[in-house]
């Protein structure tokens, strides 16, 4: 949110919120881990826009990611769908990133 630039600030929230909930899908919220934290890198989205964000899926041929690195730290990363099956194949936590429109204000993007 700081380098919002003319991004929508509810449009930047909706795909943080997306982020977290992901990151919430791997690791549920359990009492014998209440102390426990995990590490979220969402660098490669950090300076883009929304826009930039959502132009990266295009076309269908890419799709974004928070993969799960090892047991305490997860980041986002742009994938491609092949990339995406070899992932399923060898059983890496992944959870494919909603980043549609539908979550855009109207009127907005």
């Known amino acids: 949110l700081q380098s919002l630039g003319r991004d929508s600030a509810v449009r930047r929230l909706s795909l943080l919120a997306e982020v977290y909930r992901s990151a919430r899908a791997m690791w549920p919220a359990e009492i014998s881990k209440v102390a426990a934290n995990v ?14 964000i959502l132009e990266k899926t295009q076309g269908g041929e890419h799709v974004w990611l928070l993969v799960q690195h090892n047991s305490l730290e997860a980041f986002v990363e742009l994938s491609s769908r092949k990339k995406l099956n070899t992932m399923i194949m060898k059983m890496q936590r992944a959870q494919i990133l909603d980043v549609s429109t539908h979550h855009a204000v109207p009127g907005e993007l």
């Open 39 to 52: 590490t979220i890198q969402i660098d490669v989205i950090k300076s883009m826009s929304t826009s930039e």
